[in-house]
């Protein structure tokens, strides 16, 4: 007799941070305030560093030092280096109300939630810290894992920890998935996952563009799930 693997009635809802949960994505503001030298550097290096250490190539120290450097700065205290790390992890953290809403209105109505972001391990101490993140199964941050989307092999990670959560099989069909950036929902998507696109918190949408959790309760009321 065959067996045919039957996809989870309710699936996993997997979530992006910035610019997807958090209600902005520019913490320049808040950094300049504690940091000061030239701030057009200070933005530019900022970002231009963000992917070594969102992939776990460099330390909290050496991060913001050579933002600091990069501002005109000089060497930084571990102190300053802290100070720094706990201002940049409170602006992300600061939840949009819409996306928290809905994130509520999921964990009342059981499902499944995991994070997926591309951070910091520092930043990954601090959102499992987070009075909502009592609502995610787990998380997987990429500075832990030392990937970052949009390679496919972070996704085969999550596939592999729910996998092992369930004690089954992975079954890409049955993770939703939502992420602001297009090259990381085709990842997704080219390893069958049922992945969608956030408009990203924080920036300016065209007239008519709908918000991200509006999207998500749209797909999950396609795929069978209520919300209360």
């Known amino acids: 007799m065959s067996r045919k693997r039957r996809t989870p009635s309710r699936p996993t809802v997997v979530l992006d941070h910035g610019g997807v949960l958090s209600a902005g994505h520019d913490p320049v503001p808040d950094l300049y305030a504690l940091l000061g030298g030239d701030q057009d550097a ?46 940049d992890d409170r602006y992300f953290l600061r939840l949009d109300p819409d996306s928290r809403a809905l994130l509520h209105d999921m964990a009342r109505s059981g499902v499944r939630l995991v994070l997926l972001s591309n951070a910091s391990e520092a930043f990954g101490e601090a959102v499992r810290r987070a009075d909502w993140f009592e609502a995610m199964s787990f998380a997987i941050i990429s500075g832990e894992e030392k990937v970052v989307k949009p390679d496919p092999e972070i996704f085969r990670i999550l596939l592999e920890v729910l996998a092992h959560e369930s004690g089954g099989v992975a079954v890409p069909r049955s993770v939703v998935f939502f992420d602001d950036r297009a090259d ?25 563009t709908r918000h991200g959790s509006e999207i998500a309760r749209e797909v999950l009321a396609a795929r069978g799930v209520v919300l209360e």
């Open 184 to 208: 990381n929902v085709e990842a997704a998507r080219a390893l069958g996952i049922d992945a969608h696109l956030w408009p990203r918190n924080g920036d300016q949408h065209p007239e008519g």
């Open 42 to 87: 200070l933005r530019e290096a900022v970002w231009s560093h963000r992917p070594d250490y969102d992939a776990g190539r460099t330390s909290r120290e050496e991060y913001w030092r050579a933002v600091a450097a990069a501002a005109g700065i000089g060497d930084l205290t571990e102190e300053e280096v802290e100070d720094l790390q706990k201002a």
